[in-house]
C-alpha cells in the first residue's frame, strides 16, 4: 500500500523536504523514480536522516557514476536497482567470454565511454539488438530469394537492391 507521494520539481535545488516527509510518513519502502541528480541526493538525505527503508531504484537513476558514487557508498549500500551491471571490478570481470566481447566492443566502437557507466551497457545492448535482428532479417530475406531463385543469395534485401542500383 502507498502511504505517501512526493513530487518536485526540476528546478528545486534539493529533495531534503519530500525525504524528510517521506520518512515521516512511516513506509518503509522509499520507491524512486526520479532523475539522477535528484536521486543521489534522495538517497544521500535518507542515509542521513538514518531511514532503514528499502531504496528501489529506476534504471534512469541506478548509474553508479552518476548517481551512486555521489550519494555516498556507504548510503548506496543495498540498493535495489532494476539495472545490470558488470564491471570491472567483479570478479569475473574480463574472463568471462560475453564479457571479453563487451570490452573489445568498447574499446573498438565508443573508446570515450567508460565500460562502468549505464549508457555503456545501453550502447552494447542496442548494437547486439541491430546485429541480431540484421542476423534474422537476412535469413528471411536469403529464404525467399531462395524460393524466387534469386541470382545474389547471401545479401539483405536491402543490400541486394542499393547493389543493383550501383550496377547501373
Not at 518536485?8 to 517521506?22: E, F, G
Not at 539522477?36 to 542521513?48: D, S, T, V
Not at 541506478?62 to 551512486?68: D, E, H, K
Not at 573508446?111 to 545492448?125: F, K
Request: charged letters at 25%; hydrophobic letters at 40%; glycine letters at 4%.
Amino acid at each position: 500500500m502507498i502511504v505517501a507521494e512526493a513530487s518536485y520539481n526540476s528546478s528545486d535545488p534539493t529533495v531534503d523536504s519530500q525525504v524528510i516527509a517521506l520518512k515521516a510518513s512511516g513506509a518503509d519502502v522509499f520507491f524512486l523514480a526520479t532523475s539522477p541528480k535528484f536521486a543521489a541526493q534522495a538517497l544521500r538525505k535518507a542515509f542521513e536522516l538514518d531511514w532503514k527503508a528499502d531504496r528501489i531504484l529506476v534504471s534512469a537513476a541506478s548509474q553508479i557514476p552518476t548517481v551512486l558514487k555521489p550519494a555516498g557508498v556507504e548510503a548506496s549500500k543495498g540498493v535495489i536497482s532494476s539495472q545490470s551491471l558488470s564491471t570491472r571490478a567483479t570478479r569475473c570481470g574480463r574472463a568471462i567470454p560475453p564479457m571479453k566481447e563487451f570490452y573489445s566492443f568498447m574499446e573498438k566502437w565508443v573508446p570515450g565511454v567508460q565500460p562502468d557507466e549505464a549508457s555503456a551497457t545501453y550502447i552494447y545492448s542496442a548494437a547486439q539488438m541491430i546485429r541480431r535482428y540484421s542476423n534474422v532479417a537476412a535469413t528471411i530475406d536469403e529464404r525467399k530469394r531462395d524460393k524466387a531463385g534469386d541470382p545474389h543469395p547471401g545479401h539483405s534485401a536491402a543490400a541486394f537492391h542499393s547493389r543493383r542500383k550501383n550496377q547501373y
